[in-house]
């Protein structure tokens, strides 16, 4: 005789459920991520690594016998750049990271209106839509002023048209 004993352990194999919480933790690293203090860190490492070149070049010709104090000039001014430049890297590669997102938008803006545009000159029911949009008065607030100028020379070009006689 046999009897069914409940397991504590699961019949599914862990590897799916592993992978998925995985992927899951990977989709949401990005949230947390801030491309602008990664820029910021790697232009201000940029700047003192210019500046101490420059340095070193400058304490080189006076260094004879005093290598010592030519090191110690040396990471003072490293510190002092760091010092003073960390702000201002950091307020600039936001800046820089802003204007880029901007200008993404735009450019997903431009193409939204583009495809929308090509699809109403094929389809003469989402022409009729844009042009009773345009004849409320909530116009600007729905449709961009790309989509509304065009819609609004392709309406005064049809009406111009003389209908041909049937």
């Known amino acids: 005789m046999s009897s069914y004993a409940p397991s504590p352990f699961s019949d599914r194999h862990p590897s799916p459920e592993q992978l998925e919480a995985a992927l899951l933790t990977a989709r949401d ?3 947390g991520f801030d491309g602008s203090k990664g820029m910021a860190a790697v232009l201000l490492a940029a700047i003192v690594s210019a500046m101490l070149v420059v340095a070193d070049q400058l304490l080189e010709t006076w ?3 005093h290598l010592m104090a030519a090191w110690v000039a ?3 001014i490293g510190f002092v750049a760091l010092a003073l430049l960390a702000g201002t890297v950091r307020r600039f590669s936001a800046r820089v990271f802003v204007a880029l997102d901007e200008w993404a ?3 997903a803006q ?3 209106d583009e495809r929308l545009w090509s699809i109403a000159l094929q389809d003469a029911r989402l022409m009729t ?3 009773s949009v345009l004849a409320r008065d909530d116009a600007a607030a729905t449709l961009s002023p790309v989509v509304v100028a065009r819609v609004r020379a ?3 070009v049809t009406r ?3 209908l041909p006689y049937v």
Do not use: E, F, M
């Open 110 to 112: 431009s193409r939204a």
């Open 129 to 131: 839509d844009l042009q």
């Open 160 to 162: 111009s048209a003389p």
């Open 63 to 65: 260094v004879d016998g």
């Open 105 to 107: 938008a735009r450019k």
């Open 74 to 76: 040396l990471w003072a």
């Open 29 to 31: 690293l990005h949230r």
């Open 154 to 156: 392709h309406s005064a």
